[in-house]
């Protein structure tokens, strides 16, 4: 059993959130609707905050803000399970063990998912940072571009420069890597 913990806090917490599709399968932007409605419906639920989002074919990297960080696990688990049950049933993975078919899995996600918590304004900006590069990492596309992510929310409030992601900004961000 890893010793891997979630850091819990009382306080407004900002969390760096990875989850990945089971296999890595591209089915998000083929189902980018569902998987809005899933964040919106996993709203109504829970108090916290999107303060960043890339959503790319078989992964997602976001920022949440919540006072409430022990209901973070509950967070991702209902935007998980409300894509999954929503989404076609021809994007469930057949090829499952058999103990993943007795605990009603689908075969949409990894079982995982990796949590960072931002320790300050520095860590909250290379977050960011990575979050909006992360079309240009995987495809080759700047997030001007990648109309996927927050990346115009953040031009608009002056946070970005639209042409944001040139080579330098890419080798300041490029040690960053939470696949």
């Not at 993943?100 to 940072?129: C, F, P, S, T, V």
């Not at 900004?169 to 040690?175: F, T």
């Amino acid at each position: 059993m890893s010793n891997y913990r979630r850091f819990f806090d009382s306080g407004v917490v900002n969390a760096f959130i990875t989850f990945v599709t089971h296999n890595r399968r591209n089915i998000l932007i083929k189902n980018i609707d569902i998987f809005r409605e899933s964040f919106k419906y996993t709203k109504t639920k829970f108090d916290f905050e999107i303060c960043a989002i890339t959503v790319l074919k078989n992964h997602c990297h976001l920022l949440i803000s919540t006072r409430k960080s022990k209901e973070i696990p509950q967070i991702i688990r209902t935007i998980k399970f409300n894509f999954s049950i929503n989404v076609d049933k021809n994007f469930y993975d057949t090829n499952l063990s058999l103990s993943a078919i007795k605990r009603g899995e689908k075969g949409i996600w990894q079982r995982r998912y990796y949590d960072h918590i931002i320790k300050d304004e520095k860590d909250l900006h290379k977050h960011i940072d990575y979050i909006h590069y992360n079309s240009f990492k995987h495809y080759n596309i700047v997030p001007k571009n990648w109309i996927f992510s927050s990346f115009h929310k953040f031009v608009k409030q002056g946070y970005y420069d639209i042409e944001w992601c040139n080579l330098e900004d890419k080798n300041c961000i490029n040690s960053l890597d939470y696949e």
